[in-house]
């Protein structure tokens, strides 16, 4: 028996996605270490604690950028509709272990529509709050108050964008065969059935 | 290197454990600035650039006394020249020349050391001195972002921040600051904290008595008091003084990012990791019928027919 594969990512889009990945892992290490003592020593995986500084806000810049085109690429599969919500209430079955009473997902389900937002909006709050304290560039333009609420919410807004990648990354460990939607661009024919049942039925024309 | 012995290091910025506790004999010392007394002649910042080997560009004259016009990193003391006009005691308008001498002011709770993400790269002397250590400085500002005075300064040739030391290195061995040595009408003062804020008192008395009724000793008790204070004449108005803030405090913004926050969000962060680890521990992945067939010993292969 041959086995269906379906384009569910085009190579650009990969590409895209693994740049946006990257930094944010290394924005992400390189923000910490500025944030908590306790990681610090990050710092020595960017050659210390001034190139630390240097190039996190680069690698943000590369991330926002990376992922404003995603954004437009797939902010139209990732319209929220009141289907969603019905998903949203069974969520908390599904993570239990309860597969069976989950509403039929389109291309995207609820959750990662939702995750999709949250990203977009924590990047946005990041790139922007960012230059409000890039020294030694752009601080110096901003009153005192607007810098130290700019500090306060790029912490937060990244608490938010870490917490979302962790979920995201988690995701893809549990829903089988989901990685090499990314990987590879393909995903299987029995996962898009079992996961999203409505895209498989727009790809074939039956359930 | 800090100017003192690591002994007498009593607080350490981005640091969670405590700093060594043995020696704490040491006196807390202050600097009286008697802003009744300064006549302007800048012999402290002099004296400043001197011990300090500093020498800042040549600026330009912009109709005032003020030179240079602002704190930089080579200038880590400026007399700020404030012509205003105050009311007699007989209700009458009089035109006063303020200078205050404008610089660090060593906090007790210093918000640069708070602010500061770079382990020992800003740190607190038992005396109460608080220090830049510039070889741990990553220049990325949070210093001044913390300070309630607006005094750090980042340098545009190293991207490192500097400020006033009062002269850690001299009272490190006894001496005054150079600025207090330099000063021709004893307007500076040095010595322990508590001898200064009696001698300023007696100051304010006698103000007090050549009219100047609010005269008082500026120590603000928002950031825990000072080891520079002041002796205003109008101590109920230090905003007179260019901007002297009248309630410094390190502002709920940055107690927030760097108190509660820090600690929350790592936990949140170290808690999505263990709740991803333990429910697939638990529950399970998600599995599809290709995963299983062919026994779920082959991966999925790229042989397959694409659509």
């Known amino acids: 028996m041959t086995r269906r594969y379906f384009q569910r990512y085009q190579r650009p889009d990969r590409i895209n996605h693994w740049i946006v990945a990257i930094c944010l892992f290394l924005a992400g290490l390189s923000g910490l270490a500025l944030f908590h003592p306790s990681m610090y020593w990050f710092t020595n995986l960017f050659g210390g604690g001034p190139w630390t500084r240097i190039l996190h806000p680069f690698l943000g810049v590369i991330m926002a950028l990376g992922f404003a085109r995603l954004f437009f690429r797939f902010r139209r599969d990732n319209v929220l509709t009141d289907a969603d919500r019905q998903w949203n209430r069974t969520i908390f079955a599904l993570l239990r272990g309860d597969k069976g009473n989950m509403p039929p997902a389109g291309k995207y389900n609820a959750g990662q529509k939702m995750m999709f937002w949250t990203f977009a909006i924590s990047l946005l709050v990041l790139f922007v709050t960012g230059f409000l304290f890039w020294r030694p560039w752009f601080a110096h333009f901003f009153p005192i108050t607007v810098v130290r609420l700019a500090v306060l919410l790029h912490a937060f807004a990244a608490t938010m964008l870490v917490l979302c990648a962790i979920v995201h990354v988690y995701a893809t460990i549990w829903v089988k065969g989901t990685l090499r939607a990314m990987t590879r661009g393909t995903v299987s024919e029995g996962w898009v059935r079992k996961n999203h049942p409505l895209w498989y039925r727009e790809l074939t024309g039956h359930d | ?307």
Not at chain 2, 45 to 51: D, E, K, L, N, Y
Not at chain 2, 175 to 199: H, Q, W
Not at chain 2, 202 to 210: A, H, I, Y
Not at chain 2, 281 to 302: H, R
């Open chain 2, 1 to 307: 290197m800090s100017s003192l012995q690591s002994l007498d290091i009593v607080r350490r910025s981005a640091t969670t454990t405590p700093s060594p506790q043995a020696r704490r004999a040491e006196k807390e010392v202050a600097k009286l600035i008697d802003v009744s007394s300064c006549i302007g002649c800048k012999a402290c910042q002099v004296a400043c650039m001197q011990w300090n080997d500093l020498r800042d560009d040549v600026g330009s004259n912009i109709g005032t006394y003020d030179n240079p016009r602002d704190l930089s990193a080579e200038s880590w003391t400026v007399m700020r020249f404030s012509e205003v006009e105050t009311k007699t005691q007989a209700e009458e308008t009089k035109l006063e020349w303020l200078i205050r001498k404008d610089g660090c002011m060593h906090c007790a709770d210093p918000g640069c050391l708070k602010a500061c993400p770079a382990p020992g790269a800003i740190v607190q002397y038992t005396n109460g001195i608080v220090d830049f250590i510039s070889e741990h400085c990553i220049g990325c500002g949070n210093c001044i972002t913390g300070c309630p005075f607006d005094v750090p300064r980042i340098s545009k040739k190293d991207n490192k921040a500097y400020k006033c030391s009062l002269c850690s290195d001299r009272v490190g061995v006894g001496l005054e600051p150079a600025c207090v040595k330099a000063c021709p009408t004893g307007a500076i003062r040095f010595g322990s904290k508590e001898d200064m804020l009696d001698f300023g008192e007696e100051r304010v008395t006698d103000l007090k008595e050549r009219g100047f009724a609010q005269a008082a000793v500026y120590d603000p008790q928002g950031v825990s008091g000072t080891h520079v204070v002041y002796v205003l004449q109008h101590g109920d108005k230090p905003e007179l003084y260019h901007g002297l803030p009248s309630n410094p405090k390190i502002s709920p913004l940055v107690s927030l990012w760097k108190g509660i926050a820090k600690p929350l969000a790592v936990a949140a962060m170290i808690g999505a990791v263990l709740t991803g680890f333990f429910h697939y521990m638990t529950v399970g992945p998600i599995e599809n019928e290709d995963d299983n067939d062919e026994g779920g010993k082959k991966a999925p292969t790229p042989e397959g027919e694409r659509v």
